[in-house]
């Protein structure tokens, strides 16, 4: 029996388990089955959700995965020490 029926508000999931419920939840398109990870516009932090449109220049992805790899490609936080850029978000 898994540890996370037995107990399973003590069970901790590795990240691989957190995306793959993640795609299983777009993959179900209650909405539309599309994905984007972005930036607030009334900078309240970040937003990962399923959505009809595309916002901006970030494009719509099937895949949750596809969604974060894009937005941690454009996040120069992710290949340098400086401080984000956020010029590519909806102001």
């Not at 029996?1 to 069970?11: A, E, G, K």
């Not at 995306?19 to 900078?43: H, V």
Request: charged fraction near 40%; aromatic fraction near 12%; glycine fraction near 4%.
């Amino acid at each position: 029996m898994d540890d996370d029926i037995l107990d399973p508000f003590n069970y901790k999931y590795d990240d691989s388990k957190r995306l793959d419920w993640l795609e299983k939840q777009n993959k179900e398109a209650r909405y539309t089955g599309r994905c984007i990870f972005r930036w607030s516009t009334t900078g309240r932090g970040w937003r990962l959700h399923e959505t009809s449109s595309a916002f901006g220049d970030i494009p719509t992805f099937t895949s949750v995965r596809d969604a974060i790899d894009h937005a941690m490609r454009q996040d120069k936080r992710t290949r340098t020490d400086e401080p984000m850029n956020r010029d590519y978000r909806i102001k």
